[in-house]
């Protein structure tokens, strides 16, 4: 074999694949900016928070609620963050003892409060309880906690594994589960 067409074709192949390639690269659309989010505007918002009904205040009280060991990061968070962002109710991180809270699986955080600060302050109760996903379904002061929110007439939301939560505080014992067609 000619040593020439070898070397040719062993130069020749890679820069023929370079070229198609930053061909294929030169087709793709651009890249997303991530500027910062617009304002939400003030009818919206309005019509939002007209929406939530609260039944005790003129603003939602909300109350996302977490046990200090291995509380679902995501759960936990993304509701707060999202929630304050919207800037429609006032939003509140609770864990059921005083100190940081381990979220699954790797971040620590400080939670705003404990439960039995909040029912210090807020002795009528939250508009709405958030419960995530935790790594136990059985802590008996967050149960309890739940169960009397529930009592004080707040509207109780499970994320994800959290309705396990919210069954075990005995909120769902009764209730029929509803098809909605999604599978």
């Not at 074709?9 to 997303?32: K, N, Q, R, S, V």
């Not at 929406?51 to 609620?65: S, V």
Request: glycine content about 8%.
């Amino acid at each position: 074999m000619n040593w020439r067409l070898v070397k040719w074709i062993g130069l020749g192949a890679p820069a023929l694949f370079a070229i198609i390639f930053a061909g294929w690269i030169i087709t793709l659309p651009p890249a997303p900016s991530f500027a910062t989010a617009p304002p939400i505007a003030k009818e919206e918002a309005e019509a939002t928070i007209a929406a939530l009904k609260p039944p005790k205040r003129q603003r939602p009280l909300i109350a996302i609620i977490g046990i200090n060991d291995a509380t679902e990061t995501t759960d936990y968070l993304m509701p707060y963050g999202i929630l304050r962002r919207a800037d429609v109710a006032d939003v509140v991180t609770l864990a059921t003892n005083p100190g940081p809270m381990s979220l699954f699986p790797v971040l620590k955080v400080e939670p705003q409060a404990t439960t039995a600060d909040f029912d210090a302050q807020h002795p009528d109760g939250a508009d709405y309880v958030i419960v995530p996903a935790m790594s136990r379904d059985d802590d008996p002061s967050a149960l309890q906690w739940i169960r009397s929110q529930a009592a004080k007439g707040a509207i109780v939301i499970g994320v994800c594994a959290g309705a396990k939560v919210v069954g075990d505080a005995g909120l769902l014992h009764g209730k029929r589960r509803q098809r909605t067609g999604i599978r």
